[in-house]
């Protein structure tokens, strides 16, 4: 499902609009606003996938509103002006809608916004920049959303269906992302290791080797895969000390 807001200050516009999304059985409402400002208020506490938007409105136009976006969701613009059209190419919308639009042009544009969303789902390599100090920082997508991590932070990397989830030091919860396993190992650094098909450990985390298992903390055991046993013991034979 393509989670989507609606944004028009008219209220006979915003209702056909409503009414064309829940024609499309791809398509999720999750809310309807009749200011940008009040779509605004929205994004802070929730993301969707994409926006319909007008783009003649009071206060903040549509199109000022998609440019204040740190990271916009996919957009299809709605107006009766068509001198916007060009403006809102360049602000990389999906589509343009010019009132009155029917259903069937609705669904083009609906349908162009399903193409765009299966492209940009595409699983692929994290962003990797330096910092200047040596350390490394990744940029990962999330929903809507594109966060920044430091390396150095990671703990582990847990395989989930096509996605991974990546734990942090600090953090309650995983950074979720649509992302396979070889990518990430591709982009990680030496000190992190593979040590089962489901799990990528940051080696510097380790506090505790047991039989078929390592602890990074009290709350924190991950099985050690037959595959991996080999590469794990040849590390911590290089830092082994005793007989």
Request: net charge negative; glycine share 4%; proline share 5%.
């Amino acid at each position: 499902m393509i989670r989507c807001l609606a944004i028009d200050d008219e209220p006979l516009a915003l209702q056909q609009l409503v009414a064309y999304v829940h024609k499309v059985p791809y398509l999720e409402l999750a809310a309807q606003c009749q200011s940008a400002l009040e779509a605004r208020q929205f994004l802070e506490d929730d993301t969707v996938d994409a926006i319909f938007c007008d783009i003649n409105m009071p206060d903040l136009n549509g199109m000022d509103f998609i440019k204040s976006l740190a990271v916009p969701p996919l957009v299809v613009f709605t107006t009766a002006y068509s001198e916007y059209a060009v403006e809102g190419f360049r602000v990389n919308a999906v589509d343009y809608l010019l009132k009155p639009f029917g259903l069937q042009d609705f669904q083009r544009a609906a349908q162009r916004l399903r193409e765009r969303l299966a492209v940009s789902h595409e699983p692929s390599s994290p962003s990797v920049a330096g910092t200047g100090d040596g350390s490394e920082i990744l940029f990962l997508k999330t929903d809507s959303r594109i966060v920044k991590v430091s390396v150095s932070d990671i703990r582990y990397v847990e395989a989930m269906s096509e996605y991974l989830k990546v734990w942090i030091d600090g953090e309650t919860g995983p950074i979720i992302t649509l992302l396979s396993m070889k990518k990430m190992e591709e982009h990680l650094p030496d000190h992190f290791m593979r040590i089962h098909r489901s799990y990528i450990v940051n080696l510097t985390k380790i506090q505790e080797v047991n039989k078929n298992r390592i602890r990074l903390d009290n709350q924190t055991s991950l099985p050690i895969g037959d595959l991996y046993k080999d590469a794990l013991q040849a590390y911590i034979n290089t830092k082994f000390l005793g007989r």
